[in-house]
């Protein structure tokens, strides 16, 4: 019992340590799973999409599963930071895109905010999506890193998947436009508190140590102009994907009536 014990303890220090005893790997099995469980999760609220609007019981419960991952994912990972003596400043600010997009997803889902919803939709998404494609991520599976880092990213697209297919958001071009305005006016923000700090978030420095899609887009500070144009294409596409090709495609079965969910 008491070797039972030790084992355990010892799995749990190694879950929280701060120490990098086996390096993320992309495309690793763990990392594949990660990547089907989410995938599963956004095709299960698609499938079920209709049934749970029909009940306003499921929609709360399911809005509020969604912001206690959220708060959860982000309130750990500080208490992590701050119980491992790894919180610094100039690292740990939650000033990542990622980590701006999960704070506007749970106001988001607080307020149920139609412009914060175009935000989280297009730039939570398209930031969001490529972190869980290739993570600046340190740690493996097991590691709690690991975990509340898939975690934290898969919860800010399903939560704009929530709010599309759920509460029936529907943006239009100026959302576009809008979300561009509005991740530039934070990237200013942003730079500016960089510069304060000595940092690098939002990678608006440098581009960061492990591979990223920043890779292909040039050196500094050319790749932040390419950024710029990738966001406004990721936004288009996602726009055409979720929202001009279907409804395309239902006035097509319909005889050219648009199809309303």
Not at 64 to 93: K, P
Not at 164 to 174: A, K, S
Request: aromatic letters at 12%.
């Amino acid at each position: 019992m008491s070797d039972s014990l030790a084992l355990s303890a010892l799995r749990l220090s190694s879950f929280f340590s701060s120490s990098v005893s086996s390096p993320f790997s992309v495309f690793s099995p763990a990392h594949l799973v990660s990547l089907g469980a989410f995938l599963l999760a956004a095709a299960l609220l698609l499938i079920f999409r209709r049934a749970i609007r029909a009940k306003p019981k499921r929609t709360l419960i399911l809005r509020l599963t969604l912001l206690a991952l959220l708060a959860a994912a982000e309130a750990s990972l500080h208490i992590w930071y701050i119980a491992r003596g790894v919180w610094n400043a100039r690292f740990t600010l939650p000033l990542e895109l990622c980590s701006l997009m999960l704070l506007a997803a749970i106001l988001m889902l607080l307020t149920r905010s139609r412009f914060l919803a175009g935000l989280v939709f297009f730039a939570g998404i398209g930031g969001a999506l490529q972190a869980l494609i290739t993570p600046n991520l340190a740690y493996a599976y097991p590691h709690f890193r690991f975990v509340q880092f898939f975690v934290a990213h898969a919860a800010i697209i399903l939560s704009a998947l929530y709010m599309v297919w759920i509460e029936r958001f529907r943006p239009t071009w100026h959302t576009i436009l809008s979300a561009m305005l509005s991740l530039n006016a934070l990237a200013l923000v942003v730079y500016l508190l960089d510069r304060l700090l000595d940092a690098n978030y939002m990678f608006l420095r440098g581009k960061p140590d492990t591979p990223s899609v920043l890779d292909m887009l040039g050196d500094y500070p050319l790749y932040i102009v390419a950024e710029e144009l990738l966001a406004l294409f990721t936004f288009t596409t996602l726009y055409i994907l979720f929202f001009l090709l279907p409804d395309a495609l239902g006035r097509g079965r319909s005889g050219g009536k648009s199809k309303t969910e």
